[in-house]
Each structure stands twice: as C-alpha cells, then as structure tokens.
C-alpha cells in the first residue's frame, strides 16, 4: 500500500529542494548545484511514475494541483536561467565584436 502522505512529503522535499538551489544558482556553485537539480528532479519524476502520481483518478488528486504549482515555478526559474545567460553571451558576443573592430582599424590606420 502506498503512503499517500509520505510520498506527497518526499516530491515536496524534491521540489522544494530545487527550486530553492535554482533560485541560488550563480556562477560559483552552477555545476554544483545544477547537478543536484537535475538529481532531484529525476528523483521526483521517478517517485511519481513509481506511485502512478499522474494516473487519474487516484489517492493523490487532492495533492496534484500543488505538485504540479511547484514543477511549473521550477520550468519558469530554469527558463529564467536559461535567458540570463543567453542575454550575457549576447553582450559578450557584441563587446567581442566591438573589440575586433577596433583592432581592425588599428590594424588599417598602423595603430594611430
């Protein structure tokens, strides 16, 4: 028999556990703490397939519309992520640019 309650608690932890490494994610612990992410989520996304989380209708209907809240707060902060560092290699992209621009008119003018 499935502990409804139980199982419920460790998705949350999982979840839970992501969204706040997402929210702390910066350039020093990016490997580190992406990686327990990626864990945590296969965690969760095995749990739930183990339990039939997603087979309606069952014991965890109750608890389906909060799971699914927290696994979309997740999609929208990696989707955040993801764009945050697209925009800076964007501005790192144009300030190469600009940089080997300048260096070809040095090049053309004899460096005056």
Do not use: C, W
Request: hydrophobic share 40%; no cysteine; proline share 1%.
């Amino acid at each position: 028999m499935i502990n409804v309650e139980l199982t419920v608690n460790r998705l949350n932890r999982y979840l839970n556990r992501s969204l706040m490494l997402l929210s702390d994610l910066d350039v020093d612990n990016f490997e580190q703490n992406f990686n327990i992410v990626v864990a945590n989520m296969k965690k969760a996304k095995d749990l739930k397939k183990q339990v039939g989380f997603d087979d309606a209708p069952n014991a965890f209907d109750s608890h389906r519309e909060g799971i699914n809240f927290l696994t979309k707060q997740i999609q929208e902060k990696y989707d955040n992520i993801v764009k945050k560092y697209e925009d800076e290699i964007s501005e790192i992209a144009e300030e190469l640019k600009i940089v080997r621009n300048k260096k070809k008119i040095m090049l053309y003018t004899g460096g005056k």
